[in-house]
């Protein structure tokens, strides 16, 4: 089977970044070194009516808030773009310093757009680090033109996980 070092778990409902934390759970417990962040969210607050995102990074725990209010009276928030790329930037300098898989809460808006972790994405290819992300239908498209031959669609499954990684680090090795 060809390789195929990028890995998105389709999903439209369900706890996504539960999923993933589970997943670099068990590959650290493997002594699996993963890279990467995962999506939390906070309630609420005051007349903001968004709540607060926050992405968290394996390994280092470290937490960039992602999100922007737009004000007093607002019904959505705004991702903010230079906290993400913050995020990104930290990131890859974990990936330099070494790793065995790079999660990514989303494939999303940003990423279709060109923005996002896209470069971080490609950075992680470059060092030979494969990347697992989730994506929703409405990204799905977007998704396979950015990915093409290099790409895969996984279940929301541990064992597919599981079986996909096992099958690359075979590949890694064998080369």
């Avoid at 705004?78 to 890859?92: K, M, N, S, T, V």
């Avoid at 290819?125 to 697992?132: A, D, E, K, S």
């Amino acid at each position: 089977m060809r390789h195929r070092p990028l890995a998105a778990i389709r999903f439209d409902h369900g706890d996504i970044d539960g999923f993933l934390a589970r997943i670099a759970a068990t590959l650290a417990e493997r002594g699996l070194t993963v890279r990467g962040a995962l999506q939390t969210r906070r309630s609420a607050t005051g007349e903001c009516h968004c709540a607060d995102m926050d992405l968290t990074t394996l390994n280092s725990g470290k937490v960039f808030r992602i999100s922007q209010p737009l004000g007093n009276g607002s019904h959505g928030c705004r991702l903010h773009p230079g906290a993400l790329a913050d995020c990104a930037a930290f990131i890859e300098a974990e990936l330099h310093q070494g790793a065995d898989l790079l999660i990514l809460n989303r494939f999303g808006r940003g990423e279709s757009e060109g923005r996002g972790f896209r470069d971080l994405i490609g950075a992680a290819i470059t060092l030979n680090v494969p990347v697992l992300t989730a994506v929703r239908p409405t990204y799905a498209e977007s998704w396979a033109a950015f990915g093409g031959d290099m790409a895969c669609d996984l279940p929301m499954r541990t064992d597919a996980v599981l079986t996909w990684l096992d099958r690359i680090e075979r590949n890694r090795h064998a080369a």
